[in-house]
């Protein structure tokens, strides 16, 4: 008779567990956002109010999907007010709270490269701390190396900085460029916005596939 009960209040309390995830979930729906295009230029980010209301991020844990969603729009908004003067970033986006929140996520879901790449753009604009930007970048590469969506901005974060002097990255810049190239897309914004160095190897990756195509890049 006493382990009949046990059982029962077992199960009732399985259930009502149950119920409680599924109504966080639920809650945590409500409030998300669809997870935001990632830009091949960062001109391309709309920078729009934060419109998910503080008390339903605390449901976020129960559905950490929405919780990245969240997480990359708010980063792409960094990262592009940064490269303009006139943005005002909303909500709390301007608080530095956005890396460790990044971190935070990767830390339990490592295969968003999105996110590592968004962290990497965020790490060089800080400007700070190039060994905390590499390995961003290195992560947005073996996590998706063949993601052709991210080729502009990971060759925008590799040659405007000195990411370039770390071999593997280098290499791994020089297959988005081969790809690239191999598509008919002559990475022309990266070279706007490269430092001298990441000129010099923008040009001599291009011209060891087609010299002509050196013609292209802004003079």
Same mark, same amino acid.
């Given at each position: 008779?006493?382990?009949?009960?046990?059982?029962?209040?077992?199960?009732? @309390?399985?259930?009502?567990?149950?119920?409680?995830?599924?109504?966080?979930?639920?809650?945590?729906?409500?409030?998300?956002? @669809?997870?935001?295009?990632?830009?091949?230029?960062?001109?391309?980010?709309?920078?729009?109010?934060?419109?998910?209301?503080?008390?339903?991020?605390?449901?976020?844990?129960?559905?950490?999907?929405?919780?990245?969603?969240?997480?990359?729009?708010?980063?792409?908004?960094?990262?592009?007010?940064?490269?303009?003067? +006139?943005?005002?970033?909303?909500?709390?986006?301007?608080?530095?709270?956005?890396?460790?929140?990044?971190?935070?996520?990767?830390?339990?879901?490592?295969?968003?490269?999105?996110?590592?790449?968004?962290?990497?753009?965020?790490?060089?604009?800080?400007?700070?701390?190039?060994?905390?930007?590499?390995?961003?970048?290195?992560?947005?590469?073996?996590? @998706?190396?063949?993601?052709?969506?991210?080729?502009?901005?990971?060759?925008?974060?590799?040659?405007?900085?000195?990411?370039?002097?770390?071999?593997?990255?280098?290499?791994?810049?020089?297959?988005?460029?081969?790809?690239?190239?191999?598509?008919?897309?002559?990475?022309?914004?990266?070279?706007?916005?490269?430092?001298?160095?990441? +000129?010099?190897?923008?040009?001599?990756?291009?011209?060891?596939?087609?010299?002509?195509?050196?013609? +292209?890049?802004?003079?």
């Amino acid at each position: 008779m006493f382990s009949t009960r046990v059982v029962r209040l077992a199960l009732v @309390a399985f259930a009502l567990g149950i119920g409680a995830c599924g109504l966080a979930s639920a809650l945590a729906e409500l409030g998300s956002l @669809a997870r935001p295009p990632f830009p091949q230029d960062l001109a391309q980010v709309t920078v729009t109010p934060d419109p998910i209301p503080s008390s339903l991020q605390s449901f976020f844990p129960f559905r950490t999907d929405l919780e990245s969603n969240h997480a990359l729009a708010l980063a792409l908004q960094k990262v592009q007010s940064t490269k303009s003067a +006139k943005s005002k970033l909303p909500g709390r986006a301007d608080e530095p709270f956005v890396e460790r929140r990044l971190e935070r996520i990767l830390s339990t879901s490592p295969y968003d490269a999105e996110l590592w790449l968004a962290l990497a753009m965020l790490e060089n604009n800080n400007g700070s701390n190039s060994l905390a930007r590499n390995g961003a970048l290195k992560m947005a590469y073996f996590t @998706a190396p063949s993601a052709t969506h991210l080729m502009p901005l990971r060759l925008v974060v590799t040659t405007s900085s000195d990411a370039l002097a770390d071999p593997d990255i280098r290499e791994l810049a020089r297959g988005d460029v081969l790809v690239m190239l191999s598509q008919k897309n002559v990475p022309i914004s990266a070279y706007v916005q490269a430092s001298r160095l990441g +000129k010099e190897f923008l040009k001599e990756t291009i011209q060891s596939v087609d010299s002509s195509l050196v013609v +292209k890049l802004p003079r």
